[in-house]
């Protein structure tokens, strides 16, 4: 086994199997699927089990637990890391060993899939991300660059798909695959967006404190430098255009509402402020 694909899940019944039959249709050979579970209540286990030797269970733990934990159970020269709502096309894997070499990681670009209003304006969204290493995430790395820097840091909820890359870029370049990831994302809805957002801020505290200088690339909603270089998107797709920044401002508050609660009216406004001293 050169490749371990490493899949932290949380009741992921309905998704774990498209991406588990993604896995065993990759063009290249030699892959090892690794599950940490995180006390799933549904047929998550039992049907990871249909697909894989290697699922561990992991209750009350993060995602960066889950896949630290996952990698020292790899046997695999290389990690991919992936969430159990995504799907391979059928050659990422060998896209990504073909694109590694000189580079200390790989981002592996993602599509959005998903029918309803919300996830059209995530795919318009998305788009607009191709090529800006601040918002695309890294997810495949040889597992000794991966030691090296620690793996994921358990500290970082949310954010540690940033972190890590941030880091490894400290000394190594980060590449990009030519093979994509789908993101499946049908049924997300404002509130569950904004929900995610909200707790997800709550968590960030160290993250901003790591990196204020991503901060002020990320954390920025509304208005961003990938919507204004693509501003012809939203002159082509006005709707979308007005949707998304509606949805990111509603975000925006939401963001600010939870990282507001988790520190305190002082930390939030001298984070605010060395938030812009880096733009």
């Known amino acids: ?52 030797k290697k699922v561990y269970e992991r209750s009350h733990a993060e995602r960066s ?57 995530r795919k318009f969204e998305r788009r607009m991300y191709m090529g800006d290493p601040s918002i695309e995430v890294a997810r495949f790395f040889p597992k000794k660059v991966f030691n090296e820097f620690g793996g994921y840091d358990i500290n970082l909820t949310g954010t540690e798909d940033y972190d890590l890359p941030k880091r490894v870029s400290s000394k190594y370049k980060i590449g990009w695959a030519s093979e994509y990831i789908y993101h499946h994302e049908t049924g997300l809805t404002l509130g569950k967006q904004l929900k995610k957002k909200f707790y997800y801020a709550q968590k960030s505290a160290k993250y901003v404190d790591k990196h204020p200088d991503l901060i002020s690339r990320q954390g920025i909603l509304i208005i961003r430098k990938a919507y204004i270089s693509h501003w012809r998107e939203f002159v082509k797709h006005p ?18 509402l939870g990282f507001l609660s988790a520190v305190g009216p002082v930390v939030f406004i001298k984070t605010f402020f060395k938030m812009f001293s880096y733009i």
């Open 1 to 52: 086994m050169n490749v371990s694909v490493i899949i932290p899940t949380y009741n992921e019944e309905k998704n774990i199997k498209r991406l588990l039959t993604s896995i065993k249709k990759q063009a290249h050979s030699g892959v090892e699927t690794i599950i940490v579970d995180d006390g799933s209540r549904d047929r998550t286990v039992e049907i990871a089990k249909k697909f894989c």
């Open 65 to 121: 637990v889950q896949r630290n934990f996952g990698a020292a159970k790899a046997r695999g020269k290389y990690l991919l890391f992936v969430d159990a709502d995504m799907e391979l096309s059928p050659k990422v894997i060998e896209s990504c060993l073909a694109n590694l070499d000189g580079y200390g990681a790989l981002i592996v670009p993602e599509k959005t899939v998903g029918k309803g209003f919300v996830s059209s304006i």
């Open 239 to 256: 709707f979308l255009g007005i949707a998304l920044l509606f949805m990111r401002t509603l975000e925006t508050i939401a963001a600010a």
